[in-house]
C-alpha cells in the first residue's frame, strides 16, 4: 500500500488478509444503473477513496478510518438471509482491499457476485460481472478495461464525451458501453447526452433509477 493512501485505507495488517473489511453498510435494494439496472441486489458498501470525485454521491466513505473493520463471515450471513441472488461490493473503491476471501465465501454460497470500481488498484477476488466507472483525475489501469463487462462513464459536461471514447477504446470489444448523467446535472445533460447516444449507437444510456425511486 502506497504511502499517499494513509488516513484514506485500512491497513492491511489490521485486515489480517480480507477477514476484516472497512464496512460503511450493507442493505438490500434494487440496483439502479448500468446493465442490472432493475435487479434485486444486496450491496456491500466498503469505506475508503483514494480517487475523489467533487460530484461523489458518497463522499462519506472517503476515509476509511470512520468505519472499524468487520469480519467478512458476518457480512455473508446478513446477505445471506435475504432474498437477493446477486451481490453488488460498491464503495468507495473496493480494490483497495483484498477480496478473495469476502468473493470465495459469496460464491460457496450461489451468490453472483457485481464489483463496480473506478479501475485504479489491480483486481482482487472472483467476479461474475465487473462494472469500470472510471475518473477522469486517475485513469483505470489496463488490467480493469481488458476484464470489464460494462464500461459506465458518468457525464458532467459535453466536454466528457471525448473521455468516454478514449475509454471505450481500451475496453474489450464485448464490453457494454454506457453514459450516465451525473445527477446534480442531469437537467442539464440528459438532452446532449441523448442525442450524443442516437448519434453514436454503439452506446447506451443508464440513469440512476434508484433516485427516481427514492430508494437507496
Not at 466498503?46 to 457480512?75: H, I, M
Amino acid at each position: 500500500m502506497s504511502s499517499s493512501n494513509k488516513g484514506v485505507v485500512a491497513s492491511e495488517d489490521v485486515l489480517r488478509g480480507g477477514e476484516l473489511l472497512p464496512l460503511v453498510e450493507d442493505f438490500y435494494t434494487i440496483q439502479g444503473e448500468g446493465f442490472h439496472s432493475g435487479k434485486p441486489a444486496y450491496f456491500i458498501r466498503l469505506g475508503g477513496c483514494d480517487v475523489g470525485c467533487k460530484w461523489c454521491d458518497a463522499k462519506f466513505t472517503w476515509d476509511a478510518r470512520k468505519f472499524p473493520p468487520v469480519e467478512v463471515a458476518k457480512v455473508v450471513e446478513r446477505a445471506c438471509s435475504f432474498e437477493a441472488q446477486a451481490i453488488v461490493i460498491t464503495g468507495g473503491e473496493p480494490l483497495l482491499y483484498p477480496l478473495e476471501n469476502l468473493t470465495g465465501q459469496l460464491h460457496e454460497r450461489g451468490l453472483e457476485i457485481f464489483l463496480e470500481t473506478s479501475g485504479t488498484h489491480p483486481l482482487s477476488g472472483t467476479f461474475d460481472w465487473i462494472c469500470l466507472s472510471p475518473k477522469r483525475q486517475r485513469g483505470p489501469l489496463d488490467e480493469i478495461c481488458q476484464r470489464a463487462n460494462e464500461l459506465k462513464v458518468i457525464i458532467e459536461s459535453e466536454a466528457d464525451f471525448a473521455w468516454a471514447e478514449e475509454c471505450a477504446a481500451r475496453v474489450g470489444s464485448e464490453c457494454l458501453l454506457y453514459l450516465q448523467p451525473e445527477w446534480s446535472r442531469y437537467e442539464q445533460i440528459i438532452g446532449p447526452l441523448v442525442e450524443y447516444a442516437k448519434h453514436h449507437p454503439k452506446w447506451n444510456v443508464s440513469v440512476q433509477a434508484h433516485k427516481f425511486m427514492h430508494i437507496p
